[in-house]
Structures are given as C-alpha cells and as structure tokens.
C-alpha cells in the first residue's frame, strides 16, 4: 500500500550525514516525511536538506526558532530558500516574532510555501519546571494559551503532545496542523518516552501528522514497518 500523503514524520536522529543516508536510501518518499532536528542539521547543514528535497522528500526543519523578529524572519526565508515542507518556532518568542516569521514565508510563495507551526510548552516541561520560569497558569492553560496566540499570529498548527491533540481539537476545531512526537506501535519499546500513543490513537484523536523516530530507523526493515504502520492507519 503506498501513501500519498504520508502522516508518518521519520525522525532522523543521526548524528551525522552518513547514517542518516544510510537509512533514508531504504525508504521511499510515498510512505514517510523526514524530520531533520539540531543535531543533524549541525553536522550536515543545508546540503543534506537540499539532497533530501531533492530525493523528493517533504522536510520538516525542526530547528525551533526564538529569537528576535528580524532574526527569525531571516531564518524562515532561508528555509524557504531549501525547499523545505514545514518550519517551526517556539510560541514563547512571542506575537511580534511569530507574525515577522510568517512574513518570512514569502520567500516562498504559491503551494510550496512551508507550514509554519509552533512549540508551545517543551513535553519536557513539567508544572514545577514552568513555576521556576516565573509562569503560574497550568500546563494545560500555557499550552491552550500559547497555541491560540500562535494561531492568531497566522501560523498553520502546532507540534504537541498526542495527549493535547483532544483538548486542541474541541478548542480550536479542524482547522489547525497538529504534529504529535511520542508514537508507539502497539507493542514496541517505548524507550524514554513517558506516556505514549500508538499511531492509531493518535490519527483518532486528532492529529495531523506523526512523529516517529527510533521505532522505524531502528527497526531491521524500516520499509516494512513504515509499510505496516501505514496500513495500521488505514
Ligand atoms: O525515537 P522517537 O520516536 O522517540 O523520536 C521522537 C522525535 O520527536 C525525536 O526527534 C524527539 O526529539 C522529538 N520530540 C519528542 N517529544 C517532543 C518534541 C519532539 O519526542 N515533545
């Protein structure tokens, strides 16, 4: 079965551009999206995101941008410029930057133009850890917050927990891409994530599409179970 719109976002966690290569020649552009994070990007740069691009991959540059607005407006143009097919931000950068990153996008215009989408609060992030950074309101309320001012700011959706794909729908309705990391195929390893979904149960609940790392790039046949998770999806 092929995908044509693959929900399926491969995480390349590799430290470098060799592995990373390694896998990606085992797997077709119809059944995954490529996440390309900090560390890789720092290795291999925009030449693997070019090469990529031009393997005909949609790329997720996942480099989180906070910074001033002009900076991350610069930022955003520049991943333009690599073709990419999503770029991201941290919501707590505030309106001014969001809005000046979606300016940015129109270094590229027309229908390849990137989803813009947003972090609102680090899954890392627990309620005492959001105490220490002076921010008194609940997790869940930062996050609904930060998610309405992302939307405002005219960005297309967010990168959030499976878990806050439910509370964001019934708020924020259909409109908005959800992006969920902490997948689990029904009886994998879930590793260090804490409180996972498998695929299934994220797509019922909303999202729009699913990061997954280390249960394909690990996997012997990466093709295999990217074929079989896709399957599980319907
Ligand atoms: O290997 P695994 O499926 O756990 O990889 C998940 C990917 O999603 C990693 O690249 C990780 O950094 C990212 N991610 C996450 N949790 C978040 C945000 C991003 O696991 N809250």
């Known amino acids: 079965m092929i995908a044509t719109d693959p929900k399926i976002i491969v995480a390349l966690d590799f430290p470098a551009a060799k592995q990373a290569m390694a896998f990606v020649d085992t797997v077709d552009p119809s059944l995954c999206r490529l996440k390309i994070g900090k560390e890789l990007f720092t290795t291999a740069g925009p030449d693997l995101v070019r090469l990529l691009v031009e ?3 949609d790329v997720f540059l996942d480099l989180k941008f906070h910074d001033i607005p002009n900076t991350v407006n610069k930022a955003i143009s520049a991943a333009c410029q690599l073709g990419v097919w999503m770029v991201n931000v941290h919501a707590l950068g505030g309106r001014e930057m969001m809005l000046a990153a979606r300016e940015g996008l129109a270094a590229s215009p027309g229908p390849n133009q990137p989803l813009l989408i947003a972090v609102s609060i ?3 992030i627990d309620q005492a850890t959001l105490a220490d ?3 008194t309101k ?3 309320q930062t996050v609904t917050d930060l998610t309405e001012l992302a939307l405002d ?3 297309d959706g967010m990168v959030c927990s499976a878990r806050e794909v439910a509370m964001l729908r019934a708020r924020f ?3 908005p891409v959800l992006v969920t990391p902490g997948i689990r195929p029904a009886g994998a390893d879930t590793q260090d994530q804490q409180r996972v979904m498998t695929p299934r149960q994220a797509v019922d609940a909303g999202s729009s599409y699913l990061v997954i790392g280390r249960p394909i790039t ?3 046949d990466p093709a295999e179970q990217l074929i079989a998770i ?3 999806l319907g």
Do not use: A, V, Y
């Open 230 to 232: 896709n399957q599980s």
């Open 218 to 220: 690990q996997h012997p």
């Open 173 to 175: 309705g259909d409109q």
């Open 153 to 155: 700011s005219g960005l």
């Open 133 to 135: 950074l002076g921010i």
């Open 55 to 57: 393997r005909g991959f």
């Open 138 to 140: 609940s997790l869940e």
């Open 122 to 124: 680090l899954t890392s």
